[in-house]
Every structure is written in structure tokens, then in C-alpha cells.
């Protein structure tokens, strides 16, 4: 059993995220089996609570040479996920970032990835009810760890997987996604785990 991609066309997404689908890129939709309970709460659009998150790229044929292209978003954070007033919550930052490597992980290689370790950069604060681009990139193909290097029974387990190096940013940009000059606000990098089958679906058991 897996989650898959699938491309969605409908070009009559949210305006607010027009700019992406006038930009090329496509919507992805993610096809949940109907016996797996999905109430994400960055991405499942059924959690009453949860972000709502969207997520676009290019489509897979127009990837750059250099690797898998890039997952966006956009979003803006409610006043209700501040931490001082008027400025976003780290941990709600993190969580877009830490959804958006997922993401990339997936569209990328066909599978999530759990999330291993992530480091967050927090670079200018993030305020609330202000648009903001979120993006996540694949920078290395997955490595499977040598025997020298898995000493703990964590890294052993690890072995059985592969590692994947994510990065994200999240950035301001009046000019659009796409301006080569955006205003970085956080960045972040993590290491990604993909599982092997049988305990991926573990993760589902108590669905």
C-alpha cells in the first residue's frame, strides 16, 4: 500500500494561488487509501484545526538538470499562531517547513520521509496575517548509512532506509514566488528517513 501523487488540473484553484498555476506549476493532490484516517494537521484538508496546507511544483518533465524541482506554497499565519503579539510562532514555522520537506521528499522519490533531525534558521520575524512563500528542495540523493556509521540501534535501523538532506526556506516576496531576490525570513534543513514498507504502515495501525 502507498500514498501517491497524483497531478491535479483543475485551474480553478484558490486565486490566491493563481500565481503558481500561471507560473506552470500544478497543483499535487495526495490520494489517501480510504481505509487510512488522514487528519494531518498541516495538509489533511478535513482537520477543523489543521493549516490547510496546498502545495505546487513543476511538473516532473520540467524538473531542472541539477534535481527534483522544488515544492512551494503560500500561506499566511492567523493572528491566533503568534508567539509575541503581531509575530509568528516558531513552532508553527518550523511546521511549514517541516511539511514542505516531506513534500519534496515525496514528489521527488515516490514516498514520504519521517522526519530524522531539522534545524531551523530563524533569520527576520514572520508576521502574522502577512503573505508568505514557503519552499523545500531534495539537496542529495538518498544515502544508505556504511557499517561504520550506524553504532547506535537507531542507525542500525536507520540502515534498513535511506537518508535523505532536505532544505527549505521561508521568504516575503512582493514581487512574486519567482523574484530572485526574496526576502528570507527563516530557513531550515533536515534529514529525511524513508521507510521501508512494512514499517511505514506501522506509522497506520491505529488508524
Not at 481505509?35 to 489543521?50: L, Q, V
Request: with cysteine; glycine share 6%; proline share 10%.
Amino acid at each position: 500500500m502507498e500514498i501517491s501523487y497524483s497531478m491535479n488540473h483543475d485551474h480553478d484553484t484558490d486565486l490566491d494561488y493563481l500565481e503558481f498555476i500561471n507560473a506552470g506549476l500544478h497543483k499535487l493532490t495526495i490520494d489517501v487509501p480510504p481505509e487510512i484516517s488522514h487528519k494531518c494537521f498541516a495538509c489533511a484538508p478535513t482537520n477543523p484545526i489543521g493549516l490547510h496546507l496546498q502545495f505546487f511544483s513543476y511538473p516532473k518533465q520540467n524538473s531542472p538538470p541539477s534535481g527534483p524541482a522544488p515544492v512551494y506554497t503560500k500561506y499566511q499565519i492567523s493572528a491566533d499562531h503568534c508567539g509575541f503579539p503581531r509575530i509568528s510562532h516558531g513552532g508553527i514555522l518550523t511546521t511549514l517547513l517541516d511539511e514542505l520537506m516531506a513534500h519534496a521528499v515525496y514528489y521527488a522519490h515516490g514516498k514520504y520521509g519521517i522526519t530524522k533531525d531539522i534545524y531551523v534558521q530563524f533569520r527576520k520575524p514572520v508576521m502574522v496575517e502577512t503573505p508568505i512563500y514557503v519552499k523545500a528542495w531534495v539537496e542529495m540523493p538518498p544515502q544508505t548509512p556504511t557499517p561504520a556509521q550506524t553504532q547506535s540501534p537507531e542507525d542500525k535501523q536507520a540502515a534498513k532506509n535511506r537518508k535523505i538532506t532536505v532544505k527549505g526556506e521561508i521568504y516575503s516576496n512582493p514581487a512574486g514566488f519567482q523574484d530572485p531576490n526574496p526576502n528570507i525570513l527563516v530557513r531550515g534543513e533536515g534529514t529525511m528517513i524513508i521507510l521501508n514498507d512494512e514499517r511505514y504502515l506501522l506509522n497506520y495501525k491505529s488508524s
